[in-house]
């Protein structure tokens, strides 16, 4: 080995090192970002509004302010990733989406500066369409209470749709 070499690796074995290093990358990549599934998001969508309203409900502004952010995180980085149910009306569901992501622009403005009747009508309207939602995509029976501290979806008797078993 003449003195230029010494102490280095061949070149071959550098190029197979880099070539581990990328593929050792790739395989990281695709790990971190596998497709969401639809019921995990919107059980954590359901998880954060339930706990948004408690908080809201008692005056724990901040903790509410937490939860919605997080809640558009969800709806922004993940629910697109997401393979919806394929049934029922999608443009309906589409529009519904539309619906509640304006009515959470208006509740997190509401939470900035809280008045608690405009945070209780905002709630109510993000409610209506997460629900109009569930409608169009033949899930009516998973209903969100309308309103401030009920749990999320409602499972009191006095919510069953009429005709659900
Ligand atoms: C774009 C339509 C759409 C919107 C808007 C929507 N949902 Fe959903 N939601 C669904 C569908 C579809 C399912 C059933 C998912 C499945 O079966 O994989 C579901 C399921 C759920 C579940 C049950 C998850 C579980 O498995 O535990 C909860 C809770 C829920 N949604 C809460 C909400 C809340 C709260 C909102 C509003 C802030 C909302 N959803 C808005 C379509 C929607």
Redesign the pocket.
Do not use: K
């Given at each position: 080995m003449d003195k230029t070499t010494q102490g280095r690796a061949p070149r071959w074995q550098t190029g197979v090192a880099w070539v581990a290093v990328g593929l050792a990358i790739g395989a990281g990549a695709c790990r971190a970002q596998p497709a969401p599934?639809?019921?995990?998001a919107?059980?954590e969508?359901?998880?954060r509004?339930e706990v948004l309203g408690r908080a809201a409900a008692v005056g724990r502004y901040e903790l509410a302010r937490y939860e919605l952010d997080e809640?558009n995180e969800v709806v922004e980085d993940d629910?697109p990733r997401a393979q919806?149910?394929q049934v029922g009306d999608l443009a309906g569901?589409?529009a519904?989406?539309r619906a509640?992501q304006v009515a959470?622009t208006s509740l997190q403005r509401d939470l900035q500066d809280p008045v608690p009747g405009t945070v209780r009508a905002h709630f109510a309207q993000?409610?209506k369409?997460?629900n109009a939602?569930?409608a169009?995509?033949a899930?009516g029976f998973?209903q969100?209470p309308e309103e401030l501290g009920g749990s999320?979806?409602r499972t009191d008797a006095g919510s069953l749709v009429r005709g659900v078993p």
């Open positions: 599934r639809y019921g995990q919107m059980h969508i359901g998880r509004f809640l629910l919806a149910p569901a589409a519904s989406l509640m959470l993000v409610a369409a997460c939602c569930h169009s995509l899930h998973i969100v999320v979806p």
